[in-house]
Nanobody, 115 residues
Framework: QVQLVESGGGLVQPGGSLRLSCSVS????????TGWYRQAPGKERDLVAN???????NYADSVKGRFTISRDIAKNTVSLEMNNLKPEDTAVYYC?????????WGKGTLVTVSS
């Protein structure tokens, strides 16, 4: 059974930083694509960043240069380092792992950027 658990969300001021972590069990982040999505109130869930099994990364234009996705294969975790946060980054952030044709999601962690 594949399970993903996010952590690290919270309240941060504009310009601040947060690091999200996703702990994965039941499948390996080293051989399956993983990523982070976010969903703001009243909006659809959108891609933030993803990373392929080969380590290739991809980012939404709105976070390029500010966010960094990484993975630790030994710990089986995926992280999202978020810098220079803006109020428009406020959302619930979800971790994703894709295995074959199935998408596995975590329950999400709330990030609020506000002064």
């Amino acid at each position: 059974q594949v399970q993903l658990v996010e952590s690290g969300g919270g309240l941060v001021q504009p310009g601040g930083s947060l690091r999200l972590s996703c702990s994965v069990s039941g499948s390996s982040v080293g051989i399956n694509p993983t990523g982070w999505y976010r969903q703001a109130p009243g909006k659809e869930r959108d891609l933030v960043a993803n990373i392929t099994p080969f380590g290739r990364t991809n980012y939404a234009d709105s976070v390029k240069g500010r966010f960094t996705i990484s993975r630790d294969i030994a710990k089986n975790t995926v992280s999202l380092e978020m810098n220079n946060l803006k109020p428009e980054d406020t959302a619930v952030y979800y971790c994703l792992l894709e295995r074959s044709t199935t998408r596995y999601w975590g329950k999400g962690t709330l990030v609020t950027v506000s002064s």
